[in-house]
């Protein structure tokens, strides 16, 4: 079949039109060609037109993310390059409306996009030479902001005008008024009303006063050169003329004009807007990985957090005042983090001492990095041994040299803070005095696997291959997180239940829908069961025991918080490069940290009551200042009872002793002491047993005491002193012990 083409068609059916004689089909060709040319240009042109329809659209610009505290304290907003928070017109005084009105687009009510005495008044001043002033009409400004790209060209000014005009079709006044407030720059990041209140007044749109919105609504037109804080004398004269012309247009009367005025306004600070920076990062990480970037920029999330900004605050304070008089034991940095250890909220999260910091990497979160946790991690370790009752509270360990031999590798032998040994040690003054030997024997008990697993159990999550580690483990050679601490810790606080930390209680969309909550109370109600009440009873009242750490600590350490059970256990590293404190109450958990983010070591005499001990006193003290803390409460499955204080076993009417009382989950209170009187072959220059060959030549028997524990039997407590510059050489156990 012939094809028949569009203009041939439309040429056949335009002949049979009777036409005047003048009409060639030429010229007829010509007409159809012009009119298609047209039709094709305006469809090229027009495609590509925005639909003023999104304008009113949820979604339909850009919308920061608001980070608030628990009571509800903006702590950041995240956007990308536009900070924006939408505001309901009716929702702002009148008098913001009214000055935008004034200086912007006075007859804004009185035409339909376009002001033509404006756009004459423009003309002419251009063409005379006179100051350039513009004529654009609020809906103009809207769809140049909203709708199209910044360049001035021939074709955008047809598409403003195409645009303008629709608006007006499609929106009320109001609307139009409400999406430019919305929609304007005011200098910087600023976008919109209420964005502006707060960069510039730290406070709501709908609190403004008329000389606050005067003077805001005169930026629009050349932020930075209006900007009240960069040219102050500049945004001054701004904010005059449109006060002089709220008075012309008859707004506000003379009077108020002249009280805004003179009106001395007080600007929000500009050098930061951000509060609780690490824990606003750690938010904002989590939102990330939730909702991704684009819609956490842009999406206009509202973001209720379990941060206490006030309890923040001090903390921060307090960390950062203690450090002034720690750079004496070089010491640069600190980091503190504050839970509630029944339900998980992190209520503090300080990674350290200052954020904006360059010289000590202020902006690195010690909270959520690897470190070494010294002697806090003993608790772990301790708890292990309880809940499978291999020790308990008074269960006696040997505190003499030893050393442990290692498949490959050179022998463990373990010493003491103070390089002392001290005989008999019951557990219970072993872990509250930190001694190092009863705890490398505790976990030698244990099996390192066996530690490994129920640290991972507890909350430790970094520690992944047991081959890494060794012995030293217990002493904090294995690195950890403080957030995992936290977790690990507050398991003895929360009677043996785990409960993961959350530091995010409620997430909203900008129309108020919640897309995620968690419910504070749902925290221990679903934790995970991962230690017996028992257990974390007794580690909780050993580190609250404050007789138990006094041979270490003294009487009257800062580990004692006036009037308050708390729990508390220190820890430093054989480096010196962290030293840590850690303690709780059933609803309340603080970890301290000081140290150098280098790992540089501290002075020799940093210790857990020298550095990290006294932030934690001070913050725990303010933060328990209106709480009672009732002593721990003991569980059916605890009983007590009185121990010899050298063996730790029950009292023998045969061979009488001197007792302390003690707590024991049932069954477990040990009966068979492991001292006893036996003849032994002393060496007569030592007065000990040979500890060599040679000394087996000069020997002699004797009747003494002596004392076996699980890796030593008969040693002998109480011979006479070694002679001086005798050094009395370990006991050396077996790797397949």
């Known amino acids: 079949m012939k094809q028949i083409s569009f203009l041939s068609l439309l040429q056949s059916k335009l002949q049979k039109k009777t036409l005047p004689p003048k009409y060639s089909n030429q010229t007829i060709g010509i007409v159809i060609l012009f009119t298609i040319a047209i039709i094709i240009g305006l469809f090229f042109f027009l495609k590509d037109l925005p639909s003023p329809a999104n304008l009113g659209k949820p979604n339909s610009y850009p919308i920061s993310t608001k ?59 251009t063409l005379t030479g006179q100051r350039l002033e513009g004529g654009s009409t609020i809906t103009q400004q809207l769809v140049k902001v909203a709708l199209l790209t910044p360049e001035r060209t021939i074709s955008r000014k047809i598409k403003e005008a195409i645009l303008t005009v629709a608006t007006e079709v499609l929106y009320s006044k109001n609307q139009i008024l409400e999406m430019y407030l919305n929609h304007i720059p005011y200098g910087g990041t600023a976008y919109g009303i209420e964005a502006a209140a707060h960069r510039f007044f730290n406070k709501d749109a709908k609190d403004l006063t008329i000389a606050e919105a005067s003077l805001l609504a005169g930026l629009p037109q050349a932020p930075s050169k209006y900007s009240p804080l960069a040219n102050p004398d500049s945004a001054k004269s701004r904010q005059s003329l449109v006060l002089d012309r709220m008075v012309q247009d008859k707004y506000i009367t003379d009077e108020q004009a002249k009280t805004a005025s003179s009106e001395e306004l007080k600007f929000a600070d500009s050098g930061t807007d951000i509060r609780a920076p690490h824990f606003v990062m750690y938010v904002r990480q989590l939102l990330e990985e939730t909702y991704g970037i684009q819609r956490l920029e842009q999406g206009g999330l509202r973001v209720t957090t379990t941060l206490d900004l006030k309890l923040q605050d001090v903390a921060q304070a307090t960390l950062s005042a203690e450090l002034v008089s720690l750079k004496k034991l070089k010491i640069s940095n600190g980091a503190g983090l504050i839970t509630n250890p029944g339900t998980g909220e992190i209520l503090t999260m300080i990674g350290s001492k200052d954020y904006f910091s360059t010289d000590i990497d202020g902006k690195v979160n010690v909270t959520t990095r690897l470190r070494q946790p010294g002697s806090s991690i003993k608790p772990l370790n301790y708890a292990l041994g309880l809940e499978t009752k291999v020790i308990t509270p008074s269960t006696m360990l040997l505190d003499t040299p030893i050393c442990f031999d290692q498949i490959n590798q050179a022998d463990y032998c373990p010493k003491n803070y103070d390089n002392t040994f001290r005989g008999l040690t019951q557990i219970r003054f072993a872990l509250g005095n930190s001694y190092n030997i009863a705890a490398v024997k505790v976990l030698a008990l244990n099996s390192l696997e066996g530690f490994i697993s129920f640290g991972r159990k507890m909350g430790i999550t970094t520690w992944n291959d047991p081959s890494r580690y060794g012995l030293s483990i217990t002493l904090g050679g294995g690195e950890v997180m403080m957030t995992d601490m936290a977790t690990s810790f507050g398991v003895f606080a929360n009677q043996g239940i785990k409960v993961p930390l959350h530091a995010i209680l409620k997430v909203q969309d900008n129309m108020g829908n919640t897309l995620e909550e968690y419910n ?45 059970t708390v729990s508390v256990k220190t820890g430093t590293t054989n480096n010196l490069r962290d030293n840590w404190t850690i303690g709780y109450t059933p609803n309340l958990l603080i970890a301290t940290w000081v140290g150098n983010n280098d790992s540089s070591p501290m002075s020799y005499v940093a210790s857990g009551v020298t550095g990290a001990s006294p932030i934690w006193q001070k913050i725990m003290k303010y933060a328990l200042r209106d709480v009672k803390t009732p002593g721990l409460e003991k569980p059916d499955g605890i009983e007590g009872a009185s121990v010899c ?66 890796f030593i039997k008969d040693y002998c407590i109480d011979c006479e002193p070694y002679p001086e510059g005798y050094q009395e050489p370990p006991i050396t156990i077996p790797a397949t012990q």
């Open 520 to 564: 504070p109370e749902d925290g221990k109600r679903n934790g995970e069961k991962v230690l017996s009440e028992e257990t974390s009873f007794l580690i909780s009242h050993i580190l609250s025991d404050n007789n138990a750490r006094s041979a270490a600590f003294g009487t009257n350490s800062v580990l004692n918080v006036p009037g308050k």
């Open 645 to 710: 204080s050298n063996s730790g076993t029950l009292p023998n009417p045969d061979s009488p002793c001197e007792t302390r009382y003690e707590y024991f989950i049932k069954g477990t209170v040990p009966t068979q002491s492991g001292i006893s009187k036996r003849e032994l072959f002393v060496n007569k220059t030592t007065h000990h047993p040979p500890n060599n060959e040679s000394e087996f030549t000069d020997v002699e028997p004797r009747e003494q005491t002596v004392a076996s524990d699980p």
């Open 67 to 125: 980070i608030l505290d628990r009571n509800g304290e903006l702590l950041y907003e995240i956007y990308d390059d536009q900070n924006r928070t939408p505001i309901k017109i009716a929702d702002l005084p009148e008098y913001v409306k009214e000055a935008t009105i004034s200086i912007e687009d006075k007859n804004f009510f009185k035409h339909h996009g376009f002001d033509t005495g404006g756009i004459l008044r423009a003309a002419w001043k």
